[in-house]
């Protein structure tokens, strides 16, 4: 979470303390609701690189995926690989009829990503500071977690 390329869209740099709140935060989540955001860690050499899950839209009612993922594993499929695992478990396991993603339009990466998951852009919304607009992405529950 110190990588600016990570960060660049989702606050910034952040100190290990920080981090560390963060992920107290990760885990408190799970201990008080039971779902949230993990770790990803690769397959073979178990190496940590990232985050990945669901977690509440802040000031809605909705359901997000989130993911961050270190900039020197880009391009080998983990945030798809990750993400699709997350929805597929928050479909099968909580009572949502659809997640939502928000990116912002400069962040063709993450909007690759949220393509492949099968993700429509639904509309513009509101950003954070400096980013004034973000972009608005959704999936509905599909058959098979009904």
Request: charged residues 20%; aromatic residues 10%; contains cysteine.
């Amino acid at each position: 979470m110190a990588d600016p390329q990570v960060t660049q869209f989702i606050g910034g740099p952040r100190s290990r303390d920080m981090t560390m709140d963060s992920v107290a935060k990760m885990h408190g989540a799970f201990e008080t609701r039971g779902w949230g955001t993990l770790a990803v860690l690769t397959k073979s050499t178990r190496d940590y690189i990232g985050y990945c899950g669901v977690r509440p839209l802040t000031n809605t009612t909705d359901v997000e995926v989130a993911f961050a993922i270190k900039s020197s594993t880009w391009g080998n499929g983990y945030a798809t690989e990750a993400a699709t695992a997350a929805i597929d478990n928050a479909f099968k396991h909580l009572p949502i009829q659809r997640i939502l993603a928000t990116v912002y339009h400069q962040n063709s990466a993450c909007i690759r990503v949220l393509t492949k998951l099968g993700m429509t852009l639904t509309r513009e919304v509101f950003g954070v500071w400096p980013h004034d607009l973000a972009l608005l992405y959704s999936l509905e529950r599909r058959k098979k977690f009904d």
